[in-house]
């Protein structure tokens, strides 16, 4: 879907979510090239900037809520045409952070796409939030109960940092590029807007350096508890493994053609094999509810 909007130094044309024909339309109407538009079609198509002959392609990854991929909290590719008379942009998915932009922010093509990656950075630094919200939701559900289904909450916020942390430094990436490319940065403003946009994109990776260590401490925290838990297990069911093994040895004893002690006193013999069973159950109760006062 194509929307045109008239600036006053250039043109500005979004497509978001396109079909054939817009992309037919991009080629014989805007004349981009075919590999170009191939490329905007690949959903991991990583930061780049590549400089053609009329126009130059941005390419930069924001983040989204992606219900089509394993990882809810995913990244998309957002591609940036850039000519002497307007920029395009292209999403395969709908970008809502482009209508955030005012429209004193886009008084030129360089600062219209400075705003972009400007406001690039804050999603990925709002998203970290609500990511470090969840983990600390998860963490409080975990310490009652360590489930399967929150382990793997874990698991898939910490895929998003990986993919949060790409993307992160792919921005940065085409900011250098961008800063160094003769003519983008003409006024101060442009340069403060610059610095600006390299700050959020440098508070994003320690934000997500930051939490994904924590995260990490987390899952190790829990991961130690999960093998004492296994391991007090695994004692338990010794203890009583022993303790069942010795009346079967005794009933063993006494299941054999030899002459045994108490074997013409059938009574007593019962008697001494229920006392024993009744003494090494005792024994192992008590020392049930003396480990877990200690705990």
């Given at each position: ?71 809810l909290w995913h990244t998309e590719p957002l591609s940036i045409i850039y000519s002497p008379n307007r920029v395009i942009t ?206």
């Open positions: 879907m194509f929307v045109t909007e008239k600036l006053k130094t250039f043109s500005w044309i979004n497509v978001g979510n396109p079909d054939h024909d817009d992309f037919e339309r991009l080629q014989s109407e805007y004349k981009i090239d075919e590999d170009n538009i191939i490329d905007i079609l690949d959903p991991d198509e990583q930061p780049r900037l590549e400089i053609e002959d009329d126009y130059k392609v941005i390419i930069v990854r924001f983040p989204i809520i992606n219900h089509e991929n394993d990882t292209i999403c395969r998915k709908r970008c809502d952070l482009l209508d955030k932009i005012k429209k004193d922010e886009k008084t030129s093509r360089e600062d219209f796409v400075l705003n972009i990656l400007f406001y690039i950075a804050e999603s990925y630094l709002r998203f970290l939030k609500e990511l470090n919200k969840r983990v600390l939701a998860t963490k409080k559900v975990l310490q009652q109960s360590v489930s399967k289904y929150d382990l793997m909450a874990l698991l898939e916020v910490e895929n998003s940092y990986t993919l949060y942390m790409s993307g992160i430094k792919g921005n940065v990436s085409v900011l250098d590029k961008l800063e160094k490319m003769r003519g983008f940065i003409k006024t101060d403003d442009a340069q403060e807007l610059s610095e600006d946009v390299r700050i959020e994109l440098g508070q994003a990776i320690e934000v997500v350096t930051s939490y994904s260590k924590m995260l990490k401490s987390i899952k190790e925290t829990f991961e130690s508890i999960i093998n004492m838990e296994s391991n007090r297990y695994i004692n338990r069911l010794t203890m009583w493994n022993i303790i069942l093994v010795i009346p079967t040895v005794i009933v063993g004893f006494y299941g054999m053609n030899v002459s045994l002690p108490f074997a013409e006193y059938s009574f007593t013999a019962i008697g001494i094999f229920v006392v024993i069973i009744l003494l090494l159950v005792g024994f192992a109760c008590f020392s049930w509810i003396k480990s877990k006062k200690l705990r």
